[in-house]
């Protein structure tokens, strides 16, 4: 039984047994390996833009000897990969601006996709407007704590919500259970916002509103709870 780190492991949680998927940047294959140990009936296409990582991931899958369960595809995002079968994405570890461009630059392929699991580096309120703009709604959130960093993990499904700003900034699952983690989170996320702050040119007035007002915010979530 292949070993996996914590935050994959929160990850395969979110993959439904008998799911058809494609793991968009599967870097060394793990997720994809433990998921076929743990789950029933999973069909998986592994990719990756880069060649050498997708090498990586074919030498696991065939120590463990998962060559007939796995394909392995080279590709930027989706572009050489057929999704009329697939019902399920998964993206993690990438910047939330890459993930965005795989999707809205194949907006076609995403027809019979039913879930999204990602999990992204940053700017998260910009990946939840973007993705909930394209016809998907946020149907979980969890936090991960793994070697000193926390990740977030967010499934969508198709369907439509509307969402406050302050909604997409912290995440509506997240905000409500106001968990320890989410403390910490938003600590870490204010410190980083003030030493920032004042580095923002004068003359970049959105994107100074914009800063001043998560930290606005920030510090009523602190604050009230």
């Known amino acids: 039984m292949i070993k996996i780190s914590p935050r994959l492991k929160h990850l ?13 940047g599967c870097d060394h294959g793990l997720l994809d390996i433990y998921l076929l140990q743990n789950k029933k009936n999973i069909k998986i296409i592994a990719s990756d833009v880069n060649k050498n990582a997708l090498n990586n991931a074919k030498n696991n899958i065939k120590k463990y000897k998962l060559e007939d369960k796995i394909t392995t595809i080279l590709s930027n995002g989706l572009d050489n990969i057929d ?11 990438m910047g939330s601006h890459t993930i965005v461009g795989i999707l809205y630059n194949n907006l076609k392929k995403l027809k019979n996709i039913n879930k999204l699991v990602i999990q992204s580096n940053n700017d998260l309120d910009f990946l939840r407007y973007k993705v909930t703009k394209i016809g998907y709604y946020i149907a979980r959130e969890e936090l991960v704590k793994d070697a000193g960093i926390i990740y977030t993990i967010i499934e969508f499904k198709k369907g439509h919500h509307l969402y406050t700003k302050k909604q997409l900034y912290f995440g509506p699952y997240l905000l409500k259970e106001n968990s320890p983690l989410f403390q910490e989170k938003c600590k870490l996320e204010l410190k980083k916002l003030e030493q920032f702050y004042p580095l923002i040119p004068k003359n970049h007035y959105h994107h100074k509103l914009k800063t001043y007002w998560k930290i606005k915010v920030l510090k009523s979530i602190l604050t009230k709870y």
């Open 83 to 93: 999704t009329t079968n697939i019902d399920t994405i998964v993206i993690a570890g």
């Open 12 to 24: 395969s949680e979110y993959i439904d047994d008998n799911s058809n998927m494609v793991d968009i």
